[in-house]
């Protein structure tokens, strides 16, 4: 049969190999722009994918758990009720959505599951008080 070290290498090679397969099969999508997504809208519909852009000022409606993003010439419909999310979901704050594109009555709505949001820049200017 084959001496040790040559099985102990097989083995190396038969798990290398396995893990890449497993890395190249499961690579996550990219994250695409508002912009990208609606350019093409039916390309993306009942797909999982990610998308990041800014929430519109004043259109986080939390009692029904939706908001607008938008991008540089789109905006698009975020339902966030069954979404995990990350502290600070504030107005004009950059947020990655994980979830899945659906059309519904009429309007493109992105059902997220997942919500990250940017971390405010130490850099922004502070309110102050009077």
């Known amino acids: 049969m084959f001496s ?3 099985r102990i290498l097989l083995l190396g090679a038969a798990i290398t190999v396995g893990l890449l397969g497993v890395i190249l099969i499961e690579a996550p999508e990219p994250t695409r722009t ?21 929430i519109v000022g004043g259109s986080i409606n939390s009692t029904v758990h939706e908001f607008h993003l938008h991008g540089s ?10 979404a995990s999310v990350s502290n600070g ?5 950059t947020v990655y959505a994980q979830g899945v594109l659906r059309y519904i009555d009429g309007e493109y709505v992105f ?7 940017s971390c405010p820049s130490k850099y922004e200017e502070e309110t102050q008080s009077a």
């Open 73 to 82: 010439s789109h905006d698009l419909l975020i339902d966030y009720i069954d």
């Open 111 to 117: 059902e997220a599951q997942i919500i990250k949001t």
């Open 4 to 6: 040790r070290r040559t």
């Open 89 to 93: 979901l504030d107005d004009n704050r």
């Open 34 to 54: 508002v912009d990208e997504v609606m350019s093409e809208p039916s390309e993306f519909l009942e797909r999982e994918i990610a998308v990041r852009g800014e």
